[in-house]
């Protein structure tokens, strides 16, 4: 992996989530709903066998655990580190993540995780939030892996996409400039 890659990424939609007012103006609910919509992306994708659909949606999953992170007053990295320096949770998902794990079953352990992290979320308890964070970004790692990709190249794919990108705040949601109308709000 290359970390040097992910932490400029991290930093990047850190700054653009802020610029965006995506870090104070929303909820971790928000964008809690937000990591489930890209979830749902591309796991659709993975049904309808479209790789670029799969390959957005895991990208675009980073980029709202980066944010949610930042939100929860931590950082992806250190929910990273805090999953990868528990020796008996690191060992634990090493037999999770093996290269025999299914693609479906790999999904079953995700929603695992993210359950984990909204429980944290609701309880406001910032080491389950971490635990949650870490380990989905870890089973989205693996999940790339299946689908010959890297976390690294779908994250920077989704940057890319987004950098660039306005739109307003309603409540409490980011809605790109191109769906603006559809909400009623002129861009």
Known sequence: MSIQTL???????????????????????????????????????????????????????????????????????????????????????????????????????????VGELANGISKKNLTKVQFGIGSSFRIIEAISFRFDTTIEENFDKAYNVIKDRKGKMIDGAFIKEADLASYGVAS
């Open 7 to 113: 932490d400029v990424n991290f930093q990047r939609v850190r700054e653009w989530a802020e610029a965006r007012n995506l870090i104070e103006g929303a909820t971790p609910k928000d964008q809690f709903a937000k990591l489930i919509e890209e979830i749902s992306e591309f796991t659709i994708g993975i049904d309808n066998d479209d790789e670029a659909e799969i390959i957005d949606g895991l990208g675009d999953s980073v980029v709202v655990l980066t944010i949610l992170a930042a939100q929860t007053g931590t950082d992806i990295e250190t929910c990273i580190a805090m999953l990868d320096d528990e020796l008996e949770i690191a060992n634990h998902f090493t037999g999770i993540l093996s290269k025999a794990q299914s693609v479906d079953g790999l999904i079953h352990t995700l929603f695992n995780s």
